[in-house]
């Protein structure tokens, strides 16, 4: 079995900045991509940043120059740094990894959620 927990959510005022962390525990052989995801109510839930195993990072557009994505592989966890947040950066936040277990087999595993919100 395959946990995914985010924490570092919560309300910022536009222009600040938050540190999202996601730490993925179980039966762990490897882990591939690790991804953060966002949906805002009324709209489909979107990819804001990825990093492969590797270091490789990808970015939404909206949020590049912005957001930082980091991965600590020895302890299986992604960071995701917000800076100039703005108001339409509010949604629930994701953590998604792609996890290769004891099974051999690689599955992508979900965290439950992390509220951000972004007001005056």
């Known amino acids: 079995q395959v946990q995914v927990v985010e924490s570092g959510g919560g309300l910022v005022q536009p222009g600040g900045s938050l540190r999202l962390s996601c730490a993925v525990s179980?039966?762990?052989?490897?882990?591939?991509?690790m991804s953060w995801y966002r949906q805002a109510p009324g709209k489909e839930r979107e990819l804001v940043a990825s990093?492969?195993?590797?270091?490789?990072?990808n970015y939404a557009d909206s949020v590049k120059g912005r957001f930082t994505i980091s991965r600590d592989n020895a302890k299986n966890t992604v960071l995701l740094q917000m800076n100039s947040l703005k108001p339409e950066d509010t949604a629930v936040y994701y953590c998604?990894?792609?996890?290769?277990?004891?099974?051999?087999?690689?599955?992508?595993?979900w965290g439950q959620g992390t509220q951000v919100t972004v007001s005056s």
């Open positions: 998604n990894a792609n996890v290769r277990t004891m099974t051999l087999r690689s599955s992508d595993y």
């Open positions: 179980g039966s762990i052989l490897s882990i591939n991509g």
């Open positions: 990093i492969s195993s590797g270091g490789r990072t």
